[in-house]
């Protein structure tokens, strides 16, 4: 019987849900905060929204932690804009997954380009709030435009 009890409990908490306002809009900001941490370069802001323990898969199949993450806003890689298109927001209990589609408009030595990706976003909310964990980008074949 217990094991029973245990059991619906957690089918309970693992059900999906369409967030409510108050969470979408906090989950909203937090990926504003990571939006535009990694546009100004600014690791103070991004380590805030950067979970101690992520793990950030670029579409080329790198792997980043924090660590990685941060140090690479030092290079001459600038990200000009990042727009997210049609981002899908559900919630696990404290933790939210984000889907959708993002422009990511670079610059590297003069030369832009745009990125066109999927990607998933894993968030969990802790005494600091939300806080991206993971992160996976699947990049669209072809999908890379550049100009001088």
């Given amino acids: 019987m ?28 937090a990926m504003d905060a990571y939006k535009q941490g990694m546009m100004k370069k600014d690791a103070a802001a991004l380590s805030r929204i950067l979970s101690d323990d992520l793990i950030y898969t670029h579409s080329s199949n790198l792997h980043e932690d924090k660590a990685a993450v941060l140090e690479s806003l030092k290079g001459k890689a600038v990200v000009e804009g990042i727009d997210f298109k049609d981002l899908k927001i559900r919630v696990y209990g404290n933790t939210a997954v984000a889907v959708g589609d993002v422009d990511f408009h670079m610059n590297t030595g ?39």
């Fill in 2 to 29: 217990k094991k029973w009890i245990l059991f619906l409990i957690s089918a309970t908490v693992l059900t999906a849900a369409s967030p409510d306002a108050k969470t979408e809009k906090e989950v909203l900001a």
């Fill in 110 to 148: 003069g030369v832009a380009s745009v990125n066109k990706l999927n990607v998933l976003h894993v968030l969990v909310k802790g005494r600091q709030g939300w806080q991206l964990v993971a992160r996976q980008a699947t990049r669209y074949p072809e999908s890379v435009t550049g100009k001088k």
